[in-house]
């Protein structure tokens, strides 16, 4: 499988609830992003991890829990989320110009998660 | 900061209708320039770039030139078709000075395109 794969696809969550949405790339990347897509509002970041380290959080609450176990898996963890966090949030993956690439992100499908 | 403007949408042209998107942009250091297309039900795929003044990206019969004295990155298309209805993001990446990477991308709202037969 190649690009940059997202899992589950499509997510319904209570506000009590907990889940983790998954992103795995094949790119052979050394940098990954967490962005939040809402209706009638530009992307916005959330994470970046580079080498498995975090190196940007965008004052996004603790509800919001990344994890980057190595440089082809991110995670983000979900728990007592608000229905206004109800969005699709999309995984990237880029190869940055400091480790030999040209820092173009590729983004995977998203999953749109709905809390009720 | 950064950021990008571009035009609001919709957009709703016949097929075979010229296209163009206007987008332009405010950012510190030296940025390269991107549209994104993003298709009904999928994620962002890299349509074009640019990464110095007077370049012009260009893929799928779309274009778009680095203006710089003009800070804008409009995307063209000739001719569309049904197939190019989708959600289009103008974005920037800013390098600093010294050529090192800044890795964040600065998105425009979007513009979603429909294109009817």
């Known amino acids: 499988e190649t690009g940059v794969t997202q899992t589950p696809r499509h997510l319904v969550m209570g506000m009590t609830n907990k889940k983790s949405l998954k992103c795995e790339q094949h790119l052979g990347h050394n940098a990954m992003y967490w962005y939040k897509q809402s209706a009638k509002k530009p992307l916005e970041l959330m994470f970046v991890y580079n080498f498995k380290e975090q190196t940007e959080n965008n004052s996004v609450p603790s509800r919001f829990s990344p994890e980057c176990p190595n440089s082809s898996h991110l995670f983000l963890h979900l728990h007592t989320l608000q229905p206004e966090d109800s969005a699709l949030y999309l995984c990237?993956?880029?190869?940055?110009?400091?480790?030999?690439?040209?820092?173009?992100?590729?983004f995977g499908p998203g999953t749109r998660l709905t809390v009720l | 900061g950064d950021s990008v403007t571009q035009m609001e949408g919709p957009v709703t042209l016949s097929e075979e209708a010229f296209l163009t998107i206007n987008c332009t942009y405010t950012a510190t250091g030296y940025p390269s320039l991107f549209w994104y297309v993003q298709y009904p039900g999928e994620g962002l795929q890299l349509l074009l770039k640019?990464?110095?003044?007077?370049d012009k990206g260009s893929n799928k019969g779309f274009e778009a030139t680095y203006r710089k004295e003009t800070t804008s990155f409009h995307l063209e298309k000739g001719s569309v078709q049904v197939s190019d209805s989708a959600v289009y993001f103008c974005?920037?990446?800013?390098?600093?000075?010294?050529?090192?990477?800044?890795?964040?991308?600065?998105f425009g709202k979007g513009t979603l395109l429909t294109v009817n037969p």
């Open positions: 990237a993956s880029s190869q940055t110009r400091l480790a030999g690439g040209k820092d173009t992100q590729y």
């Open positions: 640019a990464t110095k003044a007077d």
């Open positions: 974005a920037l990446r800013t390098t600093g000075p010294s050529g090192g990477s800044n890795y964040k991308l600065t």
